[in-house]
């Protein structure tokens, strides 16, 4: 498998700021963040499958202009694949006629622009010889981590999270582990509000990578826009025996 970093940024702002997405292979998206808004059409226009972590805008922004840029046009059905929390907000909160039309009905139920697959935490979905998993997290939202499989080896993207045991546990039975991306949203001085806001800073960072018993190469998403610098310092001085380095936009995982 082949995975290509869209947007990996916390915000926007910065010139290299572009929030999460992955693009999978040339057919498949990992949550659908301002990088998507990159893609050219003829790009767009194959992918068929976007896996979500959770509802926060940051992660969903360029899906409802995806789904409506290629729908009409090539005819083409895009499967979102997430919790069944995660798709009641998407439903009640986006695709609710208000904020955008519901493209689970256009042009019509039995065949439409937009499906909506619910997959419960620690559920597989397979594609083809692709693999992928959804795993616990812990955020302020109900939401998912990504585990994907190419059949010989795996990466996990954690999309949003605190500290969380679960999440460590699952991280923990992938002997296979090649590549972690590990979100890092706040710098140290803001610890309080890492937990108020349910992500990491540097500190439980390091408290999470401590109780891995798998050593993929850990990559550092989510920063802040303007605290990019100061949170990489922070991570770079944590001493952790896996040394997580910066994940950049353009940056490919083959796997
Ligand atoms: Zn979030
Ligand atoms: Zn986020």
Not at 103 to 111: E, G, L, S, V, Y
């Amino acid at each position: 498998m082949k995975l290509k970093v869209l947007g990996c940024s916390g915000g926007i702002g910065c010139e290299d700021s572009r929030t999460s997405s992955f693009f999978v292979d040339d057919d498949v998206l990992v949550d659908c963040g301002t990088g998507v808004g990159d893609l050219g059409f003829e790009e767009l226009r194959r992918i068929s499958h976007v896996f979500v972590s959770h509802s926060h805008i940051d992660h969903i922004a360029a899906i409802p202009l995806l789904v409506d840029s290629i729908g009409e046009v090539c005819r083409h059905t895009v499967t979102i694949y997430a919790t069944p929390e995660t798709l009641h907000i998407l439903r009640a909160h986006v695709f609710n006629w208000l904020v955008w039309p519901d493209f689970t009905a256009i042009p019509d139920r039995r065949f439409s622009y937009l499906r909506l697959q619910s997959i419960q935490i620690g559920e597989s979905l397979q594609l083809g010889t692709r693999t992928f998993t959804a795993l616990p997290v812990l955020h302020t939202v109900p939401g998912a981590a990504w585990l994907l499989d190419s059949g010989e080896t795996q990466l996990i993207y954690s999309g949003d999270t605190t500290y969380s045991p679960d999440l460590i546990a699952a991280i923990n039975t992938c002997q296979s582990l090649r590549y972690l991306i590990m979100e890092t949203a706040f710098p140290e001085e803001m610890h309080a509000m890492a937990i108020a806001a349910r992500h990491l800073c540097p500190g439980i960072l390091k408290t999470m990578l401590n109780e891995l018993t798998v050593s993929p190469e850990v990559f550092i998403s989510h920063l802040k826009p303007g605290m990019s610098d100061r949170i990489m310092e922070q991570v770079d001085a944590l001493n952790t025996h896996l040394r997580p380095t910066r994940l950049m936009r353009g940056q490919v995982f083959e796997f």
